[in-house]
């Protein structure tokens, strides 16, 4: 098995009991169950389980490229986009409920450090479209990613499910309020 596999199988069976089982269930016992990659193959890559954890969130933390010349309002839709991916496709909601309530203290700190990386590349789009004239100068880019990851949140948890047209919806709203 190539090395390539083997780190994405062990990343793939971490972000699998991250989502599926929540942050306690994500040891190198239950990665290497759940990957069929051996408990010492794991422990030659990784110093223990928050260094697993970490290369794995990181996996799925960085947004995906945006091309230079994208129009203003596909910025926006790719920057929805991006700023829910590390729960969608990351830890999940379970993995975001242990995180708000602190269930596993190493797997919050590592998640949080790893949310400040992806916080400041999407800040840095949004700080370059501010440059360019793209949206509104006086645009807090924190305050924008906020929003959107809370309004994320929101529409899970009154209805239990993300609405296939929520990223359509929230472009609409947050739009106007943010072209020049």
Do not use: C
């Amino acid at each position: 098995m190539a090395v390539r596999d083997v780190d994405d199988g062990i990343a793939d069976a971490t972000l699998a009991l991250l989502r599926t089982k929540g942050p306690r269930s994500a040891t190198v016992q239950a990665v290497a169950a759940q990957s069929g990659i051996a408990k010492t193959t794991i422990y030659r890559r990784f110093r223990d389980r928050r260094d697993m954890l970490s290369a794995a969130l990181s996996r799925v933390a960085h947004p995906d490229p945006l091309e230079p010349d994208t129009a203003a309002p596909d910025r926006l839709r790719w920057l929805i986009a991006q700023a829910v991916k590390t729960i969608e496709v990351g830890i999940g909601y379970g993995g975001f409920a242990a995180m708000l309530t602190d269930e596993d203290p190493d797997f919050t700190a590592v998640f949080r450090e790893i949310l400040a990386g992806q916080r400041a590349e999407l800040e840095a789009v949004i700080d370059g479209d501010k440059a360019d004239g793209s949206i509104r100068a006086d645009v807090d880019g924190s305050a924008l990613i906020d929003a959107v990851v809370g309004t994320h949140i929101a529409e899970r948890a009154r209805v239990g499910e993300v609405a296939a047209d929520w990223e359509n919806r929230l472009f609409d709203l947050f739009w106007p309020t943010v072209r020049p």
